[in-house]
């Protein structure tokens, strides 16, 4: 009897610590997530204003071959 409790014990420590284990690794995918969005807004953002300096500057002149 004391064998099968302590056996049901183990199996429940296993589990919480099995769900916390999970936890953990969600609320990690769930930052990367997050972070990986917060720097595709910042790139694109980027890119964008890049693109509208490129278009606002002056086109530079080539110089000619004589």
């Known amino acids: 009897m004391e064998r099968a409790q302590a056996a049901f014990q183990k199996k429940e420590v296993q589990m919480r610590e ?3 284990a999970m936890a953990e690794y969600r609320a990690g995918e769930e930052a990367q997530r997050v972070k990986t969005a917060k720097l595709r807004a910042l790139r694109l953002a980027k890119e964008a204003a890049d693109r509208q300096a490129a278009e606002a500057a002056p086109a530079k002149a080539g110089k000619r071959k004589k």
Do not use: F, L, N
Request: hydrophobic share 35%; proline share 0%; net charge positive.
């Open 18 to 20: 099995g769900a916390k």
